[in-house]
């Protein structure tokens, strides 16, 4: 089954810095969640991307997908130490069950004061 | 976005027995759907709750060990059945409908330690 793969695994930043994150994922979709999720809680929802877009900006989080390599990035600009959680993408599915999410791995993002 | 609410926040549970957790929604939603999250892992679904009828499961995960009602647009549960350490993980229902857009909203979430 599909699965969205987030890299890196982890990063580690210092305040005021941007992260980036990207998700690559294997079949067609019709629109890309990004999620965060602090200490093991409950997942707070952060930007959907249609297939059709290429780029959404919320915030200071900015959003890009390339549907012909697959992919996408999540960019936080001048991060926050509270910007500290694991990010995860999720991908709709365009083909049979509509309405399945499907999760990558996550990134863990620690920024450091 | 909506009020998500689940009971209970956390549990320690003893192998061999059973936990119902509950999920709350203060708007009526099409669809509710329930996560397994193991320690350290990603969430993956382990079924969609369908008002009226029975929940669909996916690949890996059986009514028995997972019993799910939703008796309303508002309401569902999820039993863990006849635990065991292995279960041990974060249980998260989610929903989608909200305002008829597709984002998928969670709530906060289940600790469930089997010992």
């Known amino acids: 089954s599909q699965q969205g793969e987030e890299d890196p695994q982890a990063l580690s930043i210092q305040e005021g810095e941007n992260a980036t994150m990207n998700c690559s994922y294997k079949?067609?979709?019709?629109?890309l969640q990004w999620y965060r999720q602090n200490s093991g809680r409950g997942l707070v929802h952060l930007i959907l991307?249609?297939?059709?877009?290429r780029e959404k900006h919320s915030g200071r989080l900015r959003v890009t997908l390339d549907t012909s390599k697959k992919s996408s990035s999540l960019l936080i600009t001048a991060s926050r130490a509270a910007d500290t959680a694991s990010y995860f993408c999720?991908?709709?599915?365009?083909?049979?069950?509509?309405?399945?999410?499907?999760f990558g791995k996550g990134t863990l993002l620690t920024v450091n004061p | 976005s909506a009020v998500i609410s689940q009971k209970p926040s956390r549990d320690i549970c003893q192998r061999g027995t059973s936990l119902t957790i509950q999920c709350q929604v203060d708007?009526?939603?099409?669809?509710m759907f329930w996560y397994r999250q193991q320690p350290g892992q990603s969430l993956t679904l382990i079924a969609t709750?369908?008002?009226?009828?029975?929940?669909?499961?996916e690949s890996g995960f059986v009514i028995d060990k997972f019993p799910i009602s939703r008796p309303n647009l508002t309401f569902s549960t999820l039993t863990v059945s006849n635990m065991s350490p292995e279960d041990s993980s974060i249980y998260l229902c989610?929903?989608?409908?909200?305002?008829?857009?597709?984002?998928?909203?969670f709530g906060p979430g289940t600790r469930l330690t089997v010992l």
């Open positions: 709750a369908n008002q009226g009828s029975e929940a669909t499961y």
């Open positions: 989610s929903v989608e409908g909200l305002a008829g857009t597709d984002t998928q909203y």
């Open positions: 999720a991908t709709y599915d365009s083909g049979g069950s509509n309405y399945k999410l499907t």
């Open positions: 079949t067609s979709i019709n629109n």
């Open positions: 708007s009526q939603v099409t669809m």
């Open positions: 991307i249609r297939s059709n877009e």
